[in-house]
């Protein structure tokens, strides 16, 4: 078995998602009852499967007078939500005004007729991807990144391996393979064409972060925008607020795609109108990112409105593709793909242990721990203010598959995200305290912050592209 990642694992959609590993409370209000009750089921594996990387967290849900969603239909809603979690996940908690500015003493006060506290989870989306990557590596699969599938070789209409092609140097070499799985999210349709490949649309979504003393906000938050009525979050992220997303559709490249004035705007202003005091402008904002979901449709209808599940096909030549879904529900994808797989081989099929198999990584941060401890140099933060060190890069490349300043500073660790200037004053010095370890010379590590630069240039720039909210 072989998994080739072209670019880093989580580089695409999976690194620039809200982070949250969620039962979706939003599409109880679709009745999307199944990807409801899918999403927590998995939510509730993945606690006890990644407890280092998925964690749990406590969301505020204020309700103002006149409210779309007022007091009775939310708690309703959040009884069904642990109706499903079958009584596993915490009891909700309704407060009233005074309580909930109590517990969230920076939100707009007029107008609040009180609040729901419900629990879903957090994780950190780059490092939940690359574990997974790590396991099936220790499972016995080839895992690749930077390796890219640049043609399906076929026979007789058949698929029957790929060319893949290193990113860095090397030659390009021919896979030979009984099955191939597709699950290239947004770029899906390079492998695919015709009636399915129109049936996609492409929604992006932007999130911003901001100092979280500048918001106010103690835990996170589920916000109604006021400008278009759609569900968002205000999320803690250690001393910074994540505030997201925008749902727009977009025709623009999962390459270069990056949030313009206008989604930023939209954002700044929903956050306003329930943070007043803190009268956030541009110039609050540290990082602002984008990312593209899959969407099955073909509707110009709003695309909020467009189902998160996730569709499943094997086309005429053999290929298997999948799309949509969440990175909640990866897993549950994932074992539906291994028995199409297994069936394709003429397998037995055989249940996944996914459910109750461990995923690595706990032991990260005593690893980090352990090489400060033995090279003191390596224990200086990076950025003041910011956790990471030269351990954590080192950690990295040793253990987590890194090759590029990108995969450091924007996936394995979230520097990039956290600084105003995305880490690129601290780029030339990442270079240097890997460069022994990936064996790069002098020009390589100048190529590798010139390509950073370029990297971040790409995600995190705010300019003008056209968005329409609604
Ligand atoms: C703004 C936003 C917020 C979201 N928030 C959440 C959330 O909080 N919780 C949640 O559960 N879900 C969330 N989602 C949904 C979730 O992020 C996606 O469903 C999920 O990440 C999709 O994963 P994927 O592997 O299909 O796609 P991707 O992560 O995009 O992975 C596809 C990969 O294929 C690679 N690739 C492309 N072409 C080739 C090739 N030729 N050869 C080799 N590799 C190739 C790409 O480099 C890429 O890494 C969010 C989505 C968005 C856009």
Redesign the pocket.
Known sequence: MAL???????????????????GGIRYLERAQLHLVHE?IREREILLRIAPHIVKPLAFTWPIYRGARVGKVKLSAGLFVYRLMALGRSRRHLTLDAAETIAREPALEGAGLTGSAVYYDACTD?ARL?VVNALSAREYGATVANH????ELLRENGKVIGAIVTPRHGGEAYRVRARVIVN?????EN??ITGERAQRRRG?????ISVARERVGNHDALTLISPIDGRVMFCLPAGPQTII??TDTWTDES?ETVHASPDDVDYLLRSANAYFPAAMLALTDVVSAW?????LATESSTNPSAVS?EHSIVTDSSGVIS?????????RSMAAEIVDLVQTSLGHKRQRAATDSTELPGADRDAEIARLQREDGSLSAPLVESLRYTGAHLVYGVRAEMAQTLSDLLVRRTHLAFETRDHGSSVALRAAQIVAPLLGWSEETKSARVREYERDIARMFTIDQISAHHG
């Not at 080739?4 to 620039?16: Q, W, Y």
């Not at 699950?183 to 770029?187: K, Q």
């Not at 929604?203 to 999130?207: M, N, Q």
């Open positions: 080739f990642e072209g670019d880093d694992f989580a580089s695409g959609t999976s690194g620039r998602s809200s982070r949250l590993v969620h999403s989306d991807t390796t890219r599938v640049t699950a290239t999210g947004v770029w390079t492998f929604s992006k979504g932007v999130h997201g997303t999962p984008a990312g593209i979901r899959p998160r999948v799309t949509g879904g969440k990175l909640t529900t990866y």
